[in-house]
T-cell receptor, first 114, second 113 residues
């Protein structure tokens, strides 16, 4: 069956520009997570949605980062006024909310800010 | 705060067993996970263990949990070159069925033929 998909796979932008990263979770999964992975590090949590609402956004680094999930399925991570330090792989995961909290990851979007 | 620690590198010969170790700090974690990441790819969930278990076996994978010492290990039997990847240990932030995971920095496993 289809897994989590993310688009684009690569995004190169200039400092100060706005970017949007998209995540399509596994069909029927109610929980959706965004993580960021820098080189040589493990994924770091950004935000998670239960349905349409952000259940926890404590990992967002500052107010330049925002995410939405208006219909409880696809989610978009939005970054304003990008900085070089935002360069990383942005990972999305989804979960069906069962007791084991198994999270299934997409291939990620590699963001490069020049 | 929460922290998950792993050794960064492990090198083994094909056919040997590999043991990847992890320590975690959040004693309330309900589930602990092992993920595999191959170059340029996303994370693949390998297995997980519930905190009231001390061992779980799944084909070539054996997970051992020492809750008292907050130590988790992943043993891969008969390691193959296709097992070469980065392995991440993760704990569930708040336990239960939701919430973010806290990951270690990953252990890079190199398998020599």
């Amino acid at each position: 069956g289809a897994g989590v998909s993310q688009t684009p796979s690569n995004k190169v932008t200039e400092k100060g520009k706005y970017v949007e990263l998209r995540c399509d979770p596994i069909s029927g999964h109610t929980a959706l997570y965004w993580y960021r992975q820098s080189l040589g590090q493990g994924p770091e949590f950004l935000i998670y949605f239960q349905g349409t609402g952000a259940a926890d956004d404590s990992g967002l680094p500052n107010d330049r980062f925002f995410a939405v999930r208006p219909e409880g399925s696809v989610s978009t991570l939005k970054i304003q006024r990008t900085e070089r330090g935002d360069s990383a792989v942005y990972l999305c995961a989804s979960s069906d909310g069962t007791s084991a909290n198994e999270q299934f990851f997409g291939p990620g979007t590699r963001l490069t800010v020049l | 705060g929460e922290d998950v620690e792993q050794s960064l590198f492990l090198s083994v010969r094909e056919g040997d067993s590999s043991v990847i170790n992890c320590t975690y700090t959040d004693s309330s974690s309900t589930y602990l996970y092992w993920y595999k990441q191959e170059p340029g790819a996303g994370l693949q969930l390998l297995t997980y263990i519930f905190s009231n278990m001390d061992m779980k076996q799944d084909q070539r994978l054996t997970v051992l949990l020492n809750k008292k010492d907050k130590h988790l290990s992943l043993r891969i039997a008969d390691t193959q070159t296709g097992d070469s990847a980065i392995y991440f240990c993760a704990e569930s932030m708040r336990g239960g069925s939701q919430g973010n995971l806290i990951f270690g920095k990953g252990t890079k496993l190199s398998v020599k033929p």
